[in-house]
């Protein structure tokens, strides 16, 4: 499950939604998403799926659609259900408890001066790989990560 805070609705896919073998509750005419890129997902209906985190199961509407990942977790659930994200304590919040997203092992000093070797421009929606090195230890190769659209430098 990704959860995406970026995304207005929470979204199942849909040969996971056939094995809950519940039935969609609505089946649009022609009801499309648009995706960050642009591009369009067909929706093929919604569907009540139970969401249990915690001790606690929540019951959401969610769409269902020809999607890569499992399950995509919007905004929408969490606006309804009362969650917040805290990035500092890797925690998501609801009313009733506190979950651990994901655990840090290790912690490094969050932040660092990146130097480029090269002048580069980074055009939007695209990921590349620039050269470079943290503060004065030219030694330590690092980059710079943004969705692939030009070809990969490598460091």
């Known amino acids: ?34 995706t960050v890129t642009g591009e369009k997902i067909d929706i093929h209906g919604k569907l009540k799926v139970k969401i249990q985190f915690g001790d606690t199961t929540y019951q959401h509407a969610v769409y269902v659609a020809d999607i890569a990942d499992p399950f995509i977790l919007g905004l929408d659930f969490l606006k309804e259900h009362g969650f917040t994200l805290d990035f500092n304590k890797n ?18 000093e969050s932040i ?19 050269p470079g090195y943290i503060g004065n230890d030219v030694s330590f ?15």
């Open 1 to 34: 499950m990704i959860i995406d805070t970026g995304a207005n609705v929470s979204i199942i896919r849909n040969d996971l939604a056939q094995k809950l073998k519940e039935k969609l509750i609505w089946t649009p005419p022609r009801v499309v998403l648009q």
């Open 91 to 108: 925690e998501l919040r609801s009313i009733h408890e506190e979950v651990t997203i994901f655990k840090i092992e290790h912690r490094t």
């Open 112 to 130: 660092r001066q990146v130097t480029a070797n090269e002048n580069i421009t980074i055009p939007p929606r695209t990921e590349i790989i620039v």
């Open 141 to 155: 190769n690092s980059g710079l990560i943004g969705t692939a659209e030009k070809k990969r430098m490598d460091c």
